[in-house]
C-alpha cells in the first residue's frame, strides 16, 4: 500500500513556465512500472478486504421512558481498483494532459528507486526530465533537470539559451551568447563596435579599437601604460609601468634599465628570463644569456661564445675541433671538416674510392655501384 504521505511527496506539478513540459513527478515512482498511475491521494487500499457494509439506519424517536439506541457506524466505502492505462483524479494537473508512460530501467538516486526513462537524480534528488530530452543532452541545475541545448543554469536559475545568456551570475535577456558577448553582468551585441573595458561596456567609435582601464583609445596611434595612462608612443615611452618622458623611437625599456638604440648598449632577451642589457665590445647574447664574448667578434653556441678566428666549431649547440672533427646531420663525427664528407651517422675521406649512396650508405666505387639508393655489387645497374 501507498500511503498518502508518499504520494503526496512524490506529487510534482507540470513545469512550463521555462519553456520545457516536464513528466509528473507521481510516474517516477518505480510501482508505475505495474501501474502507470497512482490512486487518487484522498484513496487507497485498506489493509485486509472488507465488504461494504449496509447504510446505517436512522436513529429511532426518542421515548421518554426508553433510552436512545446508539448510532451504526457509517459504512467504509469499497475502493476501486486502479485502472491500468486511465488517469486517476487528484494526480496530475488539471491541465495536464493524459499521456502514457514510458517505462526504462529502473535505477538509483541515493538509495531511492526511480524510472530512468521520465525521471534522472539531480543533487541527490529524484527530478522529472524534461520530455523529448536525451541523455546526452540532459544537464542538472542543482536539483532540476533542463536540456543544455536550448537551456542554460545560472546560479540555479534555469533560463532560455535561445533568447538569453548568463553573465556573472545575472541571466540577461537582450540575446543569445551567439549574439551578444558578456561584460560583467551586462551583455553587448557582437560586431556592434562596443568594447568592455573592465567590466564596463563603452560605445564604439571607428578606430577606437583598444582598452587602457575605463578607458577607449586608438591602438594604432596611442599605447597604454600599465592599464592606467593613454600615451603617445613618439614623445613619451612606459618602463616598468612608469612613464618615461623619452621617445621609443630612440630609447627602448630593458628590465629595469632603460638603453639608448643603436649604441654600444643592447638588449638581450629570451628564453623566458628577464631582459639584461650588455655592452657588444665585450659581450654576448646566447639564448636570453648574457656571456663573455663581444658580439663583433665572437659567435655564441649554446651559452657559449667561439672567436670568430677560431678553428672550433659549433654543431647543434657543442663546439668541436674542425681540424679532427665534422659536423654531420648535427652530430660531431670523426674526420676533418673539408677533408671527409659526411655519410649516415659517420664521415667518409673526401679523397679515395668510398663515396655514400643517397647519403646514408658507403660503398667502394671501384667495385660497387649505387642504384636508386641501394648498394649493388658490379659496376652497373642494369
Known sequence: MISQSIVLSLLLLAVSGQNMMYYPMAMVHPQQAQYPYLPNVGGGYPAGNPAAAAPAAPAAPAAPAAPVAPAQPAAQPVPQPIQVGQPQPGFMHPNQPFMHVPQGPIKKCYGMDYNSAIATCCGGMITPKPMGTPDSLLSCC????????????????????????????????????????????????????????????????????????????????????????????????????????????????????????????????????????????????????????????????????????????????????????????????????????????????????????????????NEQTCCGGVVREGLSCV
Open 142 to 365: 542543482i536539483t532540476t533537470a533542463y536540456n543544455n541545448l536550448t537551456h542554460g543554469c545560472c546560479m540555479g536559475r534555469i533560463f532560455d539559451a535561445l533568447s538569453s545568456q548568463c553573465c556573472a551570475g545575472t541571466v540577461n535577456t537582450n540575446g543569445p551568447a551567439s549574439s551578444y558577448k558578456c561584460c560583467a553582468d551586462q551583455a553587448y551585441q557582437r560586431g556592434g563596435g562596443y568594447l568592455c573595458c573592465q567590466g564596463q561596456v563603452k560605445n564604439g567609435v571607428p578606430g577606437v579599437d583598444g582598452c587602457c582601464g575605463h578607458e577607449t583609445y586608438e591602438l594604432h596611434q596611442k599605447a597604454c601604460c600599465a592599464n592606467h595612462t593613454i600615451f603617445d608612443p613618439q614623445d613619451d615611452m612606459c618602463c616598468n609601468g612608469m612613464m618615461i618622458g623619452e621617445p621609443a623611437v630612440q630609447f627602448e625599456c630593458c628590465g629595469q634599465d632603460i638603453i639608448q638604440r643603436f649604441q654600444e648598449l643592447k638588449c638581450c632577451r629570451g628564453n623566458g628570463r628577464r631582459a639584461n642589457k650588455y655592452d657588444i665590445n665585450s659581450e654576448n647574447c646566447c639564448g636570453g644569456f648574457v656571456v663573455p664574448g663581444g658580439e663583433i667578434s665572437h659567435t655564441c653556441c649554446g651559452r657559449q661564445t667561439i672567436p670568430l678566428w677560431s678553428t672550433q666549431r659549433c654543431c647543434n649547440g657543442r663546439m668541436y675541433e674542425s681540424m679532427t672533427h665534422s659536423c654531420c646531420t648535427g652530430r660531431i663525427v670523426p674526420g676533418a671538416e673539408g677533408m671527409s664528407i659526411c655519410c649516415g651517422e659517420g664521415s667518409l675521406p673526401s679523397q679515395g674510392a668510398l663515396r655514400c649512396c643517397s647519403g646514408n650508405t658507403p660503398y667502394d666505387m
